[in-house]
């Protein structure tokens, strides 16, 4: 008797080739539906499941495959006569291999036209008992998930495995673990899509790995690179790497800030990250203009760091990128002309190394998604921090408002600060970040480190603004600011000696303004 393979599967990708494989070697195929359809229409002799159960599809599909002839074939246990005999007893043939996945319902409902009959008709019912069923009797049957796991499958079924009839033990266990993880995402996310909650009182986290890493903060720590399923394009996560050789943990972590940072931004922003934290970033007329004054910023930091550009990178801001003395490990854009990336491709030196990323899009940041922190023996979940600022955030406590083009560095500033370690200061001229102050216990502290290197930049801190991403609980930060010639600042406001502050200001004739929000980052 052949031995039986059942298929079933939304995702088509090389069915038909795996089919075809399994048939010369022996196995008949046992189909439903839109499979069945495909196979057939690829040449392919195919037994319906119908015909195994001997009972139709009814109720539109939604009852096909939840019967004994297919259950019975895949949870008896070959190395138990009484179970095999029950087969006989019942005429059931074993099924070998079950190759299913599920409908995609994660895409339906991320469609924003998906409507809640649109999401439940795309719960599969039949696909994950087949697959739990398969999956629990992986001594004897051999359960596909993912298309990327046919030619191993065959591979072994050719080999020496193939001596014993099936493929290998350790095999089929790998394959029964993904098809249990599979299950378990799916499950997931009809929980969170149902529920309608974003804090429910129970959470899966249905990440998919994309590789290993080498390691990960430290070289004594394990580490991996997991996606949502989805991930939308223009995210860090659906980036397509063109160059370079493999990202480490630090550098996804930092590559991540640095897209986030020049994303705020609608006009041409380049930005340089080192360890989380931005050492230059400015806006421009142009990506070129942007990237020389977020690089000339501070030219000490900027050595080994990270850059993003939320434009194309064109053959002239290449140039500039890959100047004598220059070092950097990676970058993101949304894309590369073709001489951009030569040039970046053969920087002598660390050309062959520089992690070349590429988007495809900007980043749409949205408040829908959120942003995960792990303490020990448990997790802190949070919606993201996507909070845009609009004028009526904005109020005046001074007797000076800000000038207009003190205005628009202070937005500038603003934007940036948001993306510093707290307690965070980031002072800002003429549209480019030059000094910031990160991860100091006390907000004084940073704000004197700012200065120390706004005042190492080329412009200067005189004139310059500064942006702090929380209050400030005494005039000491504003007091030092103005010793600087910082001539006006940023800030929630909602301290208790906010008084203090706004005083001092207009003793130095400094403009203040509150925005009302806060961005801590920790």
């Not at 080739?17 to 359809?37: H, K, M, P, V, Y």
């Amino acid at each position: 008797m052949n031995r039986k393979a059942l298929l079933s599967v939304s995702d088509k990708t090389g069915v038909a080739d795996f089919a075809r494989q399994l048939i010369d070697l022996g196995f008949e195929i046992l189909s439903t539906g839109g499979t069945a359809n495909a196979l057939r229409e690829a040449g392919l002799a195919i037994t319906d499941v119908s015909q195994t159960t001997g009972f139709p599809e009814i109720m539109d599909g939604r009852v096909k495959t939840l019967h004994p002839a297919i259950h019975g074939a895949l949870l008896a246990r070959r190395d138990l006569p009484e179970h095999m005999m029950t087969l006989e007893r019942h005429g059931i043939a074993p099924i070998d291999i079950v190759c299913v996945n599920l409908y995609p319902f994660q895409k339906t409902v991320a469609r924003p036209d998906a409507t809640l009959e649109d999401a439940v008709e795309n719960i599969d019912i039949g696909g994950p008992s087949m697959l739990r069923s398969a999956s629990k009797n992986f001594d004897a049957v051999t359960v596909v998930v993912d298309p990327n796991d046919y030619d191993i499958v065959i591979g072994e079924l050719k080999g020496a495995a193939a001596a014993k009839g099936s493929t290998s033990l350790e095999t089929r266990k790998r394959l029964a673990t993904k098809a249990f993880a599979h299950t378990a995402a799916y499950d997931a996310a009809i929980t969170r899509y149902l529920s309608g909650e974003t804090f429910p009182d129970s959470i899966r986290l249905p990440f998919e790995k994309i590789h290993d890493l080498r390691y990960g903060e430290n070289p004594h720590q394990r580490a991996a690179f997991y996606r949502e399923p989805n991930a939308a394009k223009g995210t860090l996560a659906a980036a397509r790497q063109l160059h370079g050789i493999a990202l480490s943990f630090v550098n996804i972590f930092d590559l991540d800030g640095a897209w986030n940072l020049v994303n705020e931004f609608d006009e041409p922003a380049a930005c340089i990250v080192k360890h989380a934290n931005p050492c230059g970033a400015a806006k421009g007329s142009t990506l070129f203009e942007a990237f020389i004054a977020a690089r000339d910023a501070d030219p000490v930091s900027r050595f080994g760091g990270i850059i993003a550009c939320n434009e194309k990178v064109d053959a002239k801001t290449a140039e500039e990128i890959i100047v004598k003395g220059s070092l950097y490990h990676a970058i993101i854009a949304p894309g590369y002309d073709d001489e951009a990336l030569e040039l970046l491709q053969n920087r002598s030196g660390w050309g062959e190394d520089l992690r070349i990323l590429e988007t495809g899009a900007r980043l749409s940041p949205s408040g829908d998604y959120l942003d995960f922190k792990r303490v020990s023996g448990g997790l802190l979940i949070q919606d993201a921090d996507t909070h845009k600022l609009s004028e009526a955030d904005l109020k005046v406590p001074t007797k000076r408002a800000p000038s207009e083009t003190e205005m628009r560095d202070l937005l500038f500033a603003w934007k940036c600060v948001k993306h510093v370690k707290s307690n965070a200061i980031a002072i800002a001229k003429n549209g480019v970040l030059i000094g910031v102050g990160a991860g100091q216990m006390n907000r004084v502290q940073s704000v004197d480190l700012a200065i120390k290197q706004a005042l190492n930049s080329p412009d200067g801190a005189a004139k310059g603004v500064l942006a702090s991403d929380a209050f400030f609980p005494f005039d000491d930060g504003p007091a030092a600011a103005s010793r600087a010639g910082i001539s006006a600042i940023i800030q929630p406001g909602g301290s208790n000696r906010d008084a203090d502050s706004i005083a001092l200001c207009d003793r130095e004739n400094m403009a203040m303004v509150f925005t009302g929000v806060r961005h801590f980052r920790h």
